[in-house]
Protein backbone atom coordinates (compact mmCIF):
# COMPACT_ATOMS: atom_id res chain seq x y z
CA UNK A 1 0.00 0.00 0.00
CA UNK A 2 1.62 3.48 -1.30
CA UNK A 3 2.04 6.52 1.58
CA UNK A 4 -0.98 8.76 1.81
CA UNK A 5 0.69 12.29 1.29
CA UNK A 6 -1.12 15.55 1.58
CA UNK A 7 0.99 18.67 -0.45
CA UNK A 8 0.78 22.11 1.52
CA UNK A 9 1.84 24.74 -1.34
CA UNK A 10 2.31 28.00 -0.11
CA UNK A 11 5.35 29.98 -0.78
CA UNK A 12 6.36 33.82 -1.62
CA UNK A 13 6.35 34.07 1.95
CA UNK A 14 3.11 34.55 3.23
CA UNK A 15 4.18 36.83 6.16
CA UNK A 16 1.07 38.05 8.96
CA UNK A 17 0.46 38.06 12.20
CA UNK A 18 -1.12 34.48 12.04
CA UNK A 19 2.63 32.96 12.00
CA UNK A 20 3.43 33.86 15.63
CA UNK A 21 2.40 31.22 17.99
CA UNK A 22 -0.51 32.65 20.09
CA UNK A 23 0.59 33.54 23.57
CA UNK A 24 -1.16 34.94 26.22
CA UNK A 25 0.75 38.81 27.61
CA UNK A 26 1.74 36.91 30.94
CA UNK A 27 2.87 33.85 29.43
CA UNK A 28 5.92 33.99 31.87
CA UNK A 29 4.86 35.88 34.51
CA UNK A 30 5.29 32.40 36.44
CA UNK A 31 8.39 30.58 36.91
CA UNK A 32 9.11 27.17 35.32
CA UNK A 33 8.84 25.66 38.74
CA UNK A 34 5.61 27.58 39.22
CA UNK A 35 4.11 25.70 36.11
CA UNK A 36 5.94 22.35 36.66
CA UNK A 37 4.06 22.86 40.28
CA UNK A 38 0.70 23.68 39.09
CA UNK A 39 0.33 21.35 35.65
CA UNK A 40 1.45 18.50 38.39
CA UNK A 41 -1.26 19.07 40.18
CA UNK A 42 -3.98 19.01 37.42
CA UNK A 43 -2.46 16.27 35.52
CA UNK A 44 -2.50 14.41 38.73
CA UNK A 45 -6.31 15.03 38.90
CA UNK A 46 -6.90 14.06 35.32
CA UNK A 47 -4.86 10.72 35.66
CA UNK A 48 -7.20 10.05 38.62
CA UNK A 49 -10.17 11.29 37.02
CA UNK A 50 -9.47 8.24 34.53
CA UNK A 51 -9.20 5.89 37.48
CA UNK A 52 -5.28 5.22 37.75
CA UNK A 53 -4.13 4.34 41.05
CA UNK A 54 -1.44 7.11 41.98
CA UNK A 55 -0.47 4.83 45.17
CA UNK A 56 1.12 2.46 42.57
CA UNK A 57 4.98 2.99 42.15
CA UNK A 58 4.86 3.01 38.92
CA UNK A 59 2.51 6.22 38.37
CA UNK A 60 3.07 7.71 41.44
CA UNK A 61 5.79 10.06 39.97
CA UNK A 62 4.10 10.24 36.87
CA UNK A 63 2.24 14.21 37.14
CA UNK A 64 5.75 15.63 38.03
CA UNK A 65 7.32 13.78 35.10
CA UNK A 66 4.80 15.02 33.02
CA UNK A 67 4.89 18.65 34.39
CA UNK A 68 8.95 19.04 34.06
CA UNK A 69 8.65 16.85 30.35
CA UNK A 70 5.94 20.00 28.91
CA UNK A 71 7.89 23.16 30.49
CA UNK A 72 11.67 22.00 29.89
CA UNK A 73 11.26 19.42 27.24
CA UNK A 74 8.09 19.57 24.88
CA UNK A 75 7.82 23.02 24.93
CA UNK A 76 10.67 24.96 25.79
CA UNK A 77 10.28 26.37 22.36
CA UNK A 78 7.81 28.92 23.77
CA UNK A 79 10.06 30.99 25.80
CA UNK A 80 12.00 33.43 24.04
CA UNK A 81 14.56 33.42 26.55
CA UNK A 82 15.71 29.81 24.97
CA UNK A 83 15.90 30.77 21.27
CA UNK A 84 19.28 29.94 19.86
CA UNK A 85 21.86 32.60 19.05
CA UNK A 86 22.23 32.39 14.78
CA UNK A 87 25.60 33.17 13.97
CA UNK A 88 26.57 34.71 11.14
CA UNK A 89 29.87 34.53 9.16
CA UNK A 90 31.10 37.14 5.92
CA UNK A 91 30.27 35.04 2.86
CA UNK A 92 34.10 35.09 2.27
CA UNK A 93 34.41 32.36 -0.57
CA UNK A 94 31.75 34.50 -2.54
CA UNK A 95 29.77 31.64 -2.48
CA UNK A 96 26.45 31.82 -4.61
CA UNK A 97 24.91 28.63 -5.54
CA UNK A 98 22.09 27.15 -3.16
CA UNK A 99 23.26 25.40 -0.02
CA UNK A 100 21.07 23.20 1.53
CA UNK A 101 20.46 21.25 4.71
CA UNK A 102 18.97 18.22 4.67
CA UNK A 103 16.95 15.62 6.90
CA UNK A 104 16.81 17.75 10.00
CA UNK A 105 14.75 15.99 12.67
CA UNK A 106 11.18 17.77 13.42
CA UNK A 107 9.90 16.95 16.74
CA UNK A 108 6.87 18.56 17.36
CA UNK A 109 3.14 18.57 18.96
CA UNK A 110 -0.07 19.27 16.93
CA UNK A 111 -1.68 22.32 18.98
CA UNK A 112 -5.18 20.58 18.42
CA UNK A 113 -4.91 17.51 20.38
CA UNK A 114 -1.47 17.28 21.48
CA UNK A 115 0.00 14.55 20.01
CA UNK A 116 3.16 14.15 18.38
CA UNK A 117 4.07 15.30 14.65
CA UNK A 118 7.33 13.64 13.58
CA UNK A 119 9.18 14.08 10.30
CA UNK A 120 12.30 16.13 8.40
CA UNK A 121 12.70 19.57 7.33
CA UNK A 122 15.13 20.32 3.84
CA UNK A 123 16.27 23.72 3.98
CA UNK A 124 17.99 25.77 1.27
CA UNK A 125 19.04 29.25 0.91
CA UNK A 126 20.87 31.33 -1.78
CA UNK A 127 24.04 32.95 0.03
CA UNK A 128 24.54 36.85 -0.07
CA UNK A 129 27.00 38.48 2.19
CA UNK A 130 26.31 36.01 5.27
CA UNK A 131 26.18 32.53 5.61
CA UNK A 132 24.70 30.96 8.89
CA UNK A 133 26.57 27.90 10.95
CA UNK A 134 25.12 25.03 9.82
CA UNK A 135 24.02 23.32 13.26
CA UNK A 136 22.28 26.60 13.68
CA UNK A 137 19.42 25.50 11.17
CA UNK A 138 19.30 22.73 12.80
CA UNK A 139 18.72 24.52 16.44
CA UNK A 140 16.39 26.91 14.61
CA UNK A 141 14.28 24.27 13.62
CA UNK A 142 14.27 22.16 17.65
CA UNK A 143 13.43 25.31 18.99
CA UNK A 144 10.07 26.45 17.07
CA UNK A 145 9.39 22.80 16.87
CA UNK A 146 9.39 22.48 20.40
CA UNK A 147 5.63 24.16 21.04
CA UNK A 148 2.29 23.36 20.81
CA UNK A 149 2.49 23.85 16.53
CA UNK A 150 0.63 23.11 13.35
CA UNK A 151 2.94 22.40 10.49
CA UNK A 152 1.90 25.66 8.09
CA UNK A 153 3.01 28.10 11.27
CA UNK A 154 6.37 26.03 11.48
CA UNK A 155 7.09 26.74 7.98
CA UNK A 156 6.96 30.23 7.62
CA UNK A 157 8.72 30.84 10.90
CA UNK A 158 11.84 29.32 10.11
CA UNK A 159 11.58 30.83 6.75
CA UNK A 160 11.02 33.96 8.38
CA UNK A 161 13.84 33.98 10.97
CA UNK A 162 16.36 32.75 8.03
CA UNK A 163 15.55 35.85 5.93
CA UNK A 164 15.87 38.20 8.92
CA UNK A 165 19.46 36.79 9.56
CA UNK A 166 20.56 36.35 6.45
CA UNK A 167 19.01 39.40 4.95
CA UNK A 168 18.18 37.63 2.07
CA UNK A 169 14.30 36.03 0.66
CA UNK A 170 16.21 33.14 -1.10
CA UNK A 171 15.14 31.02 1.23
CA UNK A 172 13.02 27.44 0.89
CA UNK A 173 11.49 25.42 3.30
CA UNK A 174 10.52 21.80 3.03
CA UNK A 175 8.61 19.66 5.92
CA UNK A 176 7.40 16.32 5.54
CA UNK A 177 5.86 15.07 8.71
CA UNK A 178 3.27 12.41 10.07
CA UNK A 179 0.62 13.24 12.78
CA UNK A 180 -0.19 11.36 15.00
CA UNK A 181 -4.04 13.26 15.66
CA UNK A 182 -4.22 11.71 11.91
CA UNK A 183 -2.58 8.27 12.20
CA UNK A 184 -3.93 7.22 16.51
CA UNK A 185 -6.89 9.11 16.55
CA UNK A 186 -9.96 10.09 14.37
CA UNK A 187 -9.90 7.68 11.10
CA UNK A 188 -6.76 6.57 12.15
CA UNK A 189 -4.79 6.91 8.74
CA UNK A 190 -1.21 5.13 10.14
CA UNK A 191 0.31 5.41 6.00
CA UNK A 192 -0.64 9.28 5.58
CA UNK A 193 1.95 11.97 5.98
CA UNK A 194 1.61 15.93 5.13
CA UNK A 195 4.05 17.81 3.19
CA UNK A 196 4.85 21.97 3.55
CA UNK A 197 6.93 23.81 0.97
CA UNK A 198 7.05 27.79 1.96
CA UNK A 199 9.64 29.61 -0.38
CA UNK A 200 10.60 33.52 -1.39
CA UNK A 201 12.76 35.09 -3.57
CA UNK A 202 14.50 32.72 -6.35
CA UNK A 203 12.62 29.87 -5.24
CA UNK A 204 9.48 31.25 -6.65
CA UNK A 205 11.15 30.74 -10.00
CA UNK A 206 9.86 26.58 -10.68
CA UNK A 207 13.26 26.10 -12.02
CA UNK A 208 15.06 26.88 -8.89
CA UNK A 209 12.45 25.51 -6.86
CA UNK A 210 12.70 22.38 -9.08
CA UNK A 211 16.36 22.32 -8.24
CA UNK A 212 15.97 22.11 -4.81
CA UNK A 213 13.28 19.40 -5.17
CA UNK A 214 15.66 17.33 -7.42
CA UNK A 215 18.52 17.49 -4.68
CA UNK A 216 16.09 16.40 -2.28
CA UNK A 217 14.53 13.88 -4.30
CA UNK A 218 18.21 12.25 -4.81
CA UNK A 219 19.26 12.06 -1.10
CA UNK A 220 16.01 9.88 -0.75
CA UNK A 221 16.87 7.62 -3.29
Request: charged share 30%.
Given at each position: ?????????????????????????????????????????????????????????????????????????????????NKPKLSVFEN??????????????????CEHHFLPIVGHA????????????????????????????????????????????????????????????????????????????????????????????????????
Open positions: MKNKEQIIIEGDAHFSTSIKTPLRADAFDKSDDEKIKNIQHHFKMIMEEIGLDLTDDSLSGTPYRFAKMYVKELFYGLNPAKYNYKKMLVEQNITIDSSNIAYIPKDKVIGLSKINRLVDYYAHRPQVQERLSLQILKDLQEVLNTKDVIVMITAKHLCVSSRGIKDKDSFTTTIEYDGCFADTEKRNEFLKIISNQKG
